[in-house]
Antibody
Framework: QVQLAESGGGVVQPGNSLRLSCSASGFTFSDYGIHWVRQAPGKGLEWVAV????????YYADSLKGRFTISRDNIKNTVYLQMNGLRAADTAVYYC????????WGQGTPVTVSS | DIQMTQSPSTLSASVGDRVTITCRASRSITTWLAWYQQKPGKAPNLLIYDASSLESGVPSRFSGSGSETEFTLTISSLQPDDFATYYCQHYNGYFGPGTKVDIK
């Protein structure tokens, strides 16, 4: 069955960096685009970024451009989200999801930005 | 970029009620729209795609309609398991702000 598992979350100080991973199994990974979506505590869903099946096309939420970078490794069946210059407002649970629309979601990894 | 809005932000209803949630796009998105249900502490679950297609395994009391800039999600007879927050999403990624359905 399709499984997505996020990892790499944790507590980080403002201004620092973090790299999240989304490991996938149960489907032909190189056939699907992958999204990152986040949810701040008590808030709604916020789309972060998407990468195409082959990694050639990437889109980002306007509010995040320049700080976050999405990439993928189709040998390792993994998508990454490199997050730089983290701010308190980036505190959230980060989910990865398969396809458009998103049919399968991971369980999420929490990121807390705090001094 | 295209902005998504939803109304109402909160909806109080009883079991058996017919519930309608509206999603609007700032410009035409044809039928490139999905609806999700989310319960506290859980990842979202896809209900409707392409504005009106029911995702496999989703109960038939859920339905979607609309095109261009105005869309609706309807629950024909609200069940206890349906109390949750609902989001629309344009296929460019952006979500609406959500509609919380709670118990009247």
């Amino acid at each position: 069955q399709v499984q997505l598992a996020e990892s790499g979350g944790g507590v980080v100080q403002p201004g620092n960096s973090l790299r999240l991973s989304c490991s996938a199994s149960g489907f032909t990974f190189s056939d699907y685009g992958i999204h990152w979506v986040r949810q701040a505590p008590g808030k709604g869903l916020e789309w972060v970024a998407v990468i195409s099946y082959d990694g050639s096309i990437k889109y980002y939420a306007d509010s995040l451009k320049g700080r976050f970078t999405i990439s993928r490794d189709n040998i390792k069946n993994t998508v990454y989200l490199q997050m730089n210059g983290l701010r308190a407002a980036d505190t959230a649970v980060y989910y990865c999801g398969q396809g458009t629309p998103i049919r399968y979601w991971g369980q999420g990894t929490p990121v807390t930005v705090s001094s | 970029d295209i902005q998504m809005t939803q109304s109402p932000s909160t909806l109080s209803a009883s079991v058996g009620d017919r519930v309608t949630i509206t999603c609007r796009a700032s410009r035409s998105i044809t039928t490139w729209l999905a609806w999700y249900q989310q319960k506290p502490g859980k990842a979202p679950n896809l209900l409707i795609y392409d504005a009106s297609s029911l995702e496999s395994g989703v109960p038939s009391r859920f339905s979607g309609s609309g095109s261009e800039t105005e869309f609706t999600l309807t629950i024909s007879s609200l069940q206890p398991d349906d109390f949750a927050t609902y989001y629309c999403q344009h296929y460019n990624g952006y979500f609406g702000p959500g509609t919380k359905v709670d118990i009247k």
